[in-house]
Nanobody, 124 residues
Framework: QVQLVESGGGLVQAGGSLRLSCAVF????????MGWFRQAPGKEREFVAA????????GYADSVKGRFTISKDNAKNTVYLQMNSLKPEDTAVYYC?????????????????WGQGTQVSVSS
């Protein structure tokens, strides 16, 4: 069984920063690609960022390019999302996802494993 555990969410003022972490526990499976998605109240879950197994390829939603950075530490089985210059519209529950793939995965249906989510709230 694979379990993903997110941490690092919270309340921050606009312009501030947060760093989310997602640790993978349980049955080891390699390679694995990881991604971050978010869901605001009343909206569908949307793609935020993704990273390939070796970390060599990353992808971002247009809305977060230049502000968010995804990174991965395979030795720690952990993926990070550094979020800078946060805006009120970034407010959402953020979910990390993982799948047994070496590719860059950009769509939620491509992922088999999901975390429980962590709330990010940005005040204006």
């Amino acid at each position: 069984q694979v379990q993903l555990v997110e941490s690092g969410g919270g309340l921050v003022q606009a312009g501030g920063s947060l760093r989310l972490s997602c640790a993978v526990f349980g049955r080891a499976f390699t390679p694995y690609a990881m991604g971050w998605f978010r869901q605001a109240p009343g909206k569908e879950r949307e793609f935020v960022a993704a990273i390939s197994w070796n970390g060599g390829i990353t992808g971002y939603a247009d809305s977060v390019k230049g502000r968010f950075t995804i990174s991965k530490d395979n030795a720690k089985n952990t993926v990070y999302l550094q979020m800078n210059s946060l805006k009120p519209e970034d407010t959402a529950v953020y979910y990390c996802a993982a799948d047994n793939s070496a590719r860059l995965l950009l769509h939620p249906w491509e992922y088999d494993y999901w975390g429980q989510g962590t709330q990010v709230s940005v005040s204006s």
